[in-house]
Every structure is written in C-alpha cells, then in structure tokens.
C-alpha cells in the first residue's frame, strides 16, 4: 500500500468503519472513499459496479455488514444470512473485476464452533457445530472469509481477512433493540443514575466469559493487516483476556458511578458460555493492542455523555 492509494471503506459510518478512516488518517491516508447505506445500497449489485466503475478503488475495507446482539439474530435470521451474504458477494466481486490491490474482509468470532477450544484458534474453524442463537450470521461471515481464501487461490488476489472479538468505544449503536453487550450496559446504568432508579435489570446469569476490545485498537490492527499480510488464512483480532458479564456489569457500573443495585434476569439467553480468541498468530505478525478494558469503558463513556443526543439510540 502506499499513501496516494484511493481506499474505499464500506460501512464507514458503523462502529468499525469510522474507527477504521480514524486509523486510517493517523496513518497518513488520505485518499478515503465512503458512501452512506442510502448513497449505496451495497445489496444492490448493479449499484456497487458502478460505483466500482467510477471511483475504482485501489483497496477495500469491507466493515459494512448488518449487524446485531442475540435478540436481532434470534428473530431476523433470513435478513441476517441474506443481507450479509449479499452485501459481501457484491463487493469482494467488484473489487476482483476492478482489480484492486488488497481487500481487508471483517468477520467476528461467531464464526467459531460454540464449543471451540479456548482461547480460539484460528484453525478451529469449521470443527464443529455453530452457538444457534447467531448461526444465520455466522454462515454468512464463514462464507466471505472462504471466499476472500478462494479468489486468493484461483485468481492471487490479496484478499485477507481478519476476526475480531467483541469491540466497543465511539459510535457503537446504543440502542437497547439491537446492540452488544457493552454498549447496553453503559446506556442503562448511566439513564438509572440520571434517573435515581434503585436497580438496573441485566440480561442472563452473568456467568458467561468475554474478551472486548477497545475499537481505535481494532482499527490499528487492521491496517497493520492491510499493510504487512497476505496469507490465506484469517486472523483473529482480540486482547487475549476475559473476564465474566458480571465482572463487566460492576466495572461499568462504577465507571458510570451508579450505586443501585443490579438484578440479574436469568430468563434470558446467556449465549456461548466462554468466547476469548487465541491471538498469538497477531502477536506473532507484531501487533499487540494498547488499550485495557477499564480505559476503554472510560472513554468509552466519555464519548456517551458527550454525544447522546446524536448517537444511536
Ligand atoms: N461490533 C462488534 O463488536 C464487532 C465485532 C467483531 C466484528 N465486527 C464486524 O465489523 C463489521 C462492522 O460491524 P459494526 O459493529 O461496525 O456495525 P455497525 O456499527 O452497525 O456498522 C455497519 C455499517 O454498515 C452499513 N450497512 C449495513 N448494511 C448496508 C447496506 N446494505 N449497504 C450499505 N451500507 C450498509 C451500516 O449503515 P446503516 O447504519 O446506515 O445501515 C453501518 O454504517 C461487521 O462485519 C462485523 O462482523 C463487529
């Protein structure tokens, strides 16, 4: 890659996205192509040729994918297969007929066996069965990451992709109908302080073990990737250490500075019961994150505070 390179980064308004044109630019990129989900409906496959014809990117980040926590997966898997499968067959094809130079796919860690080996590596994919509750988005990313493998070996396009585990921090989606864990935990406990409530109610047993990373840390990793690897295989993109919902919901909870009590409402799903990504291919490569969990929940709901009439919500 090189700096003059026209760098077209699908979803770059998401989570990801903007992160990623973030770590971009502190890079020295400046050539950033975006198109909003209403300029460009990547679904539409005639819509995402043209706009390959015209703007004929150097290289891809393909962050745009339709996104959701357990209970959106749960109720709208038929969106999720096709919406993600679509988008994906529309731009890696285009980028392929177009020649671009490097393609960066971005997966999740759902894609592993819901009782993979932990920490999860890279080549437990495929070894068994998928957690159910997002099994629908889970083919889909499955299905990029193969093909991103296959156009590398049938034609030697650098397509590569990469798996992060659960990432939060500036514009992640805050609303309660369809976000991650995090991000609900922060909108809930900061709306009870404000609001005086004697208790917040969370979602399962608190059980379950989570690794999160800090999104700007993704980011980094990415163009790391984009920069300094080429192979056939995914990389995983996580911090290495976990620690259990509960311990999450009391870390935010004293970052938020609520002193209500939680309540834990175990009628509902838990998900998988352990999900830590094995990342020593990433440190092997040189990329080691920089940002702890305690600093990414602060700024984190820093960035809340300050933008919660216009974030997600
Ligand atoms: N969030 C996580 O914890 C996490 C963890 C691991 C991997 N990832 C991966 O990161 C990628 C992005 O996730 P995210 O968290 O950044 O999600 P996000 O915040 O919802 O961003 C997704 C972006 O894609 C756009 N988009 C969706 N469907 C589109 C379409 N048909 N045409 C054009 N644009 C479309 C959305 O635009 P609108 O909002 O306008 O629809 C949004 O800007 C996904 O591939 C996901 O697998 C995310």
Known sequence: MNKQDRIYVAGHRGLVGSAIVRSLKRSGYENIIGRTHSELDLKDQAAVRA?????????????????????????????????????????????HDHKAKKLLFLGSTCIYPRMAPQPIPE????????ETTNEAYAIAKIAGLEMCKFFKRQYGDDFISCMPTNLYGPHDNYDLKGSHVLPAMIRKFHEAKVNGAPSVTLWGTGSPLREFLYVDDMADACVFLLENYS???????????????????????????????????????????????????LHSLGFHHKVDLPEGIRLSYDWFRKNVDNARM
């Open 123 to 130: 080549d437990a994919l495929l070894t068994g069965p998928l």
């Open 51 to 95: 706009f390959f014809d015209e703007e004929k990117p150097d290289v891809v980040v393909l962050a745009a994918a339709k996104v959701g926590g357990i209970n959106a997966n749960n109720t709208a898997p038929a969106d999720f297969a096709y919406e993600n499968m679509a988008i994906q067959c529309n731009v890696i094809g285009a980028a």
């Open 231 to 281: 192979g056939e295989q995914h990389v995983n993109i996580g911090t290495g250490k976990e620690l259990t919902i509960r311990e999450l919901a009391e870390l935010v909870r004293d970052t938020v500075g609520y002193t209500g009590t939680i309540v834990w409402d175990d009628s509902m799903p838990d998900g998988t019961p352990r999900k830590l990504t094995d990342v020593t291919k």
